[in-house]
């Protein structure tokens, strides 16, 4: 039996593996994780044998397949005793384990690396259940948005490639599940809408970094649909107001005034079912939730302005004052930062221009 200790340090971004034979084995062998090696252990030496790797060798891992080499075998039973919360987080039994470890803000795992693996590991795990894989895709990326730069390697425009490839049958499938007001709606978990939402939140967003305004814009309008389904999932209001805002801005950016428009207003109408849905009297975070949503209605107010999108036809123009300016700063999303980055050029430029009358 030969005993295997995964270790992380955050810090470093390097993962230690030990491997320790309970006796001298009759030949050499390496211990594989879909392909990538973590330990070799020689012939006739009982003594731990210890191998370093960056994170980034590992980030692709997504079966969780541990193998012996030579052979490539899996390891027969009782053979190898994997051990740390790293192998713990590649075979999550089950989607309540899932969402305790890698999704629950106060017992995931510390490590973003294990929130990574583990998410990726549960998309591939889960392939009947198109919630989990939904949660699992947001929370990945979210991963990827956290390290996006200016320059990426290959390895991780590929990821996110693969990312936003899984995506999009997910998104045909929430707009499916989704319906806006029809008759005999389905009757909807609080789950659909929630995963739905963030998954298309964060797939804009790659989009947006990767110079796919277009296919952002059809992101962003998955959240604005789900408005009214904000009493379902209060968590998603702050989501489904932003993708109001992106939507109504990118859809004036790429030409089609009618939909900016439509979407901009809908972001300001929007906050009152979001604010009907809440009990304001639960908690502080709760109001400060409806701050943030407020701070997006208004950029969609001033946009709406700013863009010429109010109809000539709507009476008095609506007022702004002199600190009423368009920008980016005050959505609470990821996207400010990204701004700053350098990632979104050519959004970045058409709010400029428009930001002052």
């Given at each position: 039996m030969i005993r295997l200790l995964a270790q992380l340090d955050d810090s470093a971004q390097e993962a230690r593996f030990t491997a320790t034979p309970d006796k001298a084995l009759p030949?050499?062998?390496?211990?594989?994780?879909?392909?990538?090696?973590?330990?070799?252990?020689?012939?006739?030496?009982?003594?731990?044998?210890?191998?370093?790797?960056?994170?980034?060798?590992?980030?692709?891992?997504?079966?969780?397949?541990?193998?012996?080499r030579p052979g490539g075998a899996p390891p027969p039973p009782g053979a190898l005793r994997p051990e740390g919360e790293f192998f713990e987080a590649l075979a999550l039994p089950d989607a309540a384990t899932f969402f305790q470890k890698v999704q629950?803000?106060?017992?995931?795992?510390?490590?973003?690396l294990l929130l990574e693996l583990g998410a990726r590991c549960a998309h591939e795990r889960f392939t009947h259940d198109p919630l989990t894989r939904a949660a699992a895709l947001a929370i990945l990326g979210h991963r990827h948005i956290e390290r996006l730069g200016t320059q990426r390697a290959p390895a991780e425009e590929a990821r996110i490639a693969w990312l936003l490839e899984r995506a999009r049958p997910l998104m045909a499938e929430a707009w499916r599940r989704l319906p806006a007001h029809v008759p005999d709606p389905p009757r909807l978990a609080w789950q659909e809408v929630r995963w739905s939402v963030s998954l298309a939140t964060v797939a804009g967003l790659l989009h947006m970094a990767g110079g796919d305004y277009a296919a952002a814009r059809e992101m962003f309008a998955l959240p604005r649909h789900c408005l009214h389904h904000a009493a379902l999932s209060k968590v998603s209001a702050l989501n489904m107001v932003s993708g109001c805002f992106?939507?109504?801005?990118?859809?004036?950016?790429?030409?089609?005034?009618?939909?900016?428009?439509?979407?901009?207003?809908?972001?300001?109408?929007?906050?009152?079912?979001?604010?009907?849905?809440?009990?304001?009297?639960?908690n502080i975070w709760v109001i400060g939730d409806q701050v943030n949503v407020m701070r997006i209605a208004r950029q969609c107010f001033i946009a709406r302005s700013r863009l010429g999108l109010v109809p000539p036809d709507a009476g008095p123009e609506p007022r702004l004052g002199a600190a009423?300016?368009?920008?980016?700063?005050?959505?609470?999303?990821?996207?400010?930062a990204m701004a700053r980055k350098g990632l979104v050029p050519r959004l970045q430029e058409h709010i400029l221009r428009h930001s002052r009358q």
């Open positions: 030949a050499p062998v390496e211990v594989t994780l879909d392909g990538v090696v973590l330990a070799r252990i020689p012939a006739g030496d009982p003594g731990a044998q210890t191998l370093v790797l960056p994170f980034e060798a590992l980030r692709d891992i997504s079966r969780g397949e541990l193998a012996f629950l803000n106060h017992s995931r795992y510390a490590s973003p992106l939507h109504g801005v990118l859809s004036h950016m790429l030409g089609d005034p009618d939909a900016a428009r439509a979407s901009l207003e809908a972001g300001i109408e929007g906050v009152k079912p979001v604010v009907q849905a809440q009990d304001l009297m639960a009423a300016v368009l920008t980016l700063d005050e959505l609470a999303v990821p996207l400010p």
